[in-house]
């Protein structure tokens, strides 16, 4: 059974930093581009960042580039973002999720962490 | 960066056909998935390349895309079905979603 478990959400104050990891199990985690999603409270969904099997390519929202970075350690089966210079608007539920090998849909969603940036 | 615009929200009674509609400039060129997501729950793809069905989804869903617009058909909707609907599409490399549908049916 896949499954992904996003961790590492909480409450900061703006200009914070935060780590959010997810981990992955029940397939091979190494084969699969992986993402982020984000989804404000009471918004719709935002697409974050995208990272290749090998993490040599990446890919952001421009709302995010120079302050998150998406991360992965194949040895661990982990995903990670690292968040600088949080924001308000950047409070949001964030999901991470597999992306399906040939057809780029997002077929397993983990279950989300909540980041709140707030003074 | 392109744009997808969907209607806030759709209505549709027990039996009766749901369209929900997604517009961009030349989103016929694009492939399009459809996302459903209930109430505290995490999204559930149920279209991905315009018209296709993952496994597990019912065949009631369907879906098409042609020049500006695609469409996500329930046919026979049913009260499971009530949900919010994203539409998205890839562009080099980087995913839109739209703003969402809320279906209710009542």
């Known amino acids: 059974e896949v499954q992904l478990v996003a961790s590492g959400g909480g409450l900061v104050q703006p200009g914070e930093s935060l780590r959010l990891s997810c981990a992955a199990s029940?397939?091979?985690?190494?084969?699969?581009?992986m993402s982020w999603v984000r989804q404000a409270p009471g918004k719709g969904l935002e697409w974050v960042a995208n990272?290749?099997?090998?993490?040599?390519?990446?890919y952001y929202v421009d709302s995010v580039k120079g302050r998150f970075t998406i991360s992965r350690d194949n040895a661990k089966n982990s995903l990670y973002l690292q968040m600088n210079s949080l924001r308000a608007e950047d409070t949001a539920v964030y999901y991470c999720?597999?992306?399906?090998?040939?057809?780029?849909?997002?077929?397993?969603w983990g279950q989300g962490t909540l980041v709140t940036v707030s003074s | 960066s392109f744009e997808l615009t969907q209607p806030p929200s759709v209505s549709v009674s027990p039996g009766q056909t749901a369209s929900i509609t997604c517009s961009g400039d030349?989103?016929?060129?694009?492939?399009v998935c459809w996302y459903q997501q209930k109430p505290g729950q995490s999204p559930v793809v149920v279209i991905y390349?315009?018209?296709n069905r993952p496994s597990g989804i019912p065949e009631r869903f369907s879906g098409s895309n042609s020049g500006n617009t695609a469409t996500l058909t329930i046919s026979g909707s049913q009260a499971m079905d009530e949900a919010d609907y994203y539409c998205?599409?890839?562009?080099?490399?980087?995913?839109?979603f739209g703003g969402g549908t809320k279906l209710t049916v009542l």
């Open positions: 030349k989103l016929g060129d694009k492939y």
């Open positions: 998205q599409a890839w562009g080099s490399s980087t995913a839109v």
């Open positions: 999720a597999k992306l399906a090998s040939s057809s780029w849909y997002w077929d397993y």
């Open positions: 029940g397939f091979t985690f190494s084969s699969y581009w």
């Open positions: 990272i290749k099997q090998d993490g040599s390519e990446k």
């Open positions: 390349q315009d018209n």
